[in-house]
């Protein structure tokens, strides 16, 4: 029963590999392999060889799936078009096209990419946006690094979208997408979401890590972007996706334990607050979650310079002294 369940769950998969990645996915191939394993299952007699012939047919499929290669130079959207890097040189660190486009609408902007020189010495400490745009289940994080002397930079891990390109939840389990990590001024990635597309909604959460440790976490998306630039990579919803890759990053012995929600990710900051990752003000979740809502605030402040620490302005958390 196991492995007949395992066989069906294999066939899914195949047919999903060539619908959606195949060159000629959405004509005839992904329905010829069908029709090709259901004859053979017709002829086949016994059902452990029929099981075997499934698995056979889907490990060909596979073999071939798994030759396909990220690419960087499709003919990229323009918010997608350029690749962060940094250049680093003992505490100084040059980071290269970080994202500060003009907005009209959501899809209508003028790109601009920056550099900005900042010093690993003067990280504080990282704050955590959660933005949520349909299921409650389901949201996007964004780490923002904040500096004493510099404005903070957000780091959002992405799907690589071509011109024309949309985002399918089904098409992300299999090669649709390279992954890309977007390097980010807050009035880009966060206003974005907050004042431009519809229906999104954005919380905000100051967390616990310390300096040191938020200097550790910076490198490591540093040393990613620096990475992906050489070699691109496969976006994955399941294993390869904007909460599992921030997870990766870190060193086997620093990552959180595994938990559920860090797929059903839209729970994501109730299991951080359950393992007491946030300033808080003493407020329960039920009590934080609604003051952590910026959209109104962000709404207000805007396209204002100071759009940073308007959205921070009597914010639960955002009292506490720094960590040590």
């Keep these: 029963m196991a492995a007949g ?21 959405k004509s005839f191939a992904p329905w010829v392999f069908l029709i090709g ?8 007699r016994g059902a452990w060889k029929k099981i075997a012939s499934v698995f056979v047919a889907c490990g060909i499929v596979l ?34 096209n970080i994202r500060n486009c003009d907005y009209r609408t ?18 504080t400490g990282v704050d955590l946006f959660v933005n949520y745009w349909g299921s409650p289940l389901m949201a996007h994080p964004i780490a923002s690094f904040q500096f004493a002397d510099a404005l903070p930079i957000c780091f959002s891990i992405e799907t690589r979208k071509e011109v024309g390109e949309k985002y399918s939840a089904i098409g992300g389990i299999y090669r649709q997408f ?10 880009d990635v966060i206003r974005l979401r907050t004042n431009y597309r519809k229906g999104e909604e954005s919380y905000l959460y100051r ?9 550790e976490r910076f490198m490591e998306y540093v040393n990613t972007l620096n990475d992906l630039r050489g070699q691109p990579r496969w976006y994955n919803a399941v294993t390869t996706n904007c909460t599992t ?39 329960s979740f039920a009590e934080l979650r ?23 302005v009597n914010r639960p958390g955002f009292s506490s002294p720094p960590a040590p």
Aim: charged share 25%; hydrophobic share 50%; net charge negative.
């Design 37 to 44: 394993v259901a004859a053979m299952l017709f002829v086949i």
């Design 106 to 123: 959501a899809t209508d902007l003028t790109p601009r990419w920056e550099n900005r020189t900042v010093r690993l010495s003067q990280i």
């Design 207 to 215: 967390t616990k890590v310390t300096p040191e440790r938020a200097r």
């Design 178 to 187: 390279e992954l890309t990590y977007i390097a980010a001024d807050e009035r």
């Design 63 to 96: 073999a071939w799936w798994l030759t396909l290669e990220p690419r960087k130079d499709r003919p990229w959207q323009p918010d997608v078009a350029e690749l962060a890097w940094a250049e680093v040189k003992g505490d100084e660190i040059t980071l290269h």
């Design 5 to 25: 369940i395992a066989a069906l769950l294999f066939l899914l998969w195949a047919f999903g590999a060539l619908y959606f990645d195949f060159p000629l996915a």
């Design 290 to 312: 609604p003051k952590a809502l910026i959209n109104s605030a962000a709404l207000a402040a805007d396209a204002s310079p100071d759009f940073s620490r308007l959205i921070r």
């Design 245 to 283: 890759a921030i997870r990766s990053q870190h060193p086997q012995h620093q990552r959180l334990p595994w938990d559920w929600r860090m797929l059903v990710n839209g729970k994501g900051d109730e299991m951080l607050f359950e393992r007491n990752a946030f300033f808080t003000d003493g407020l």
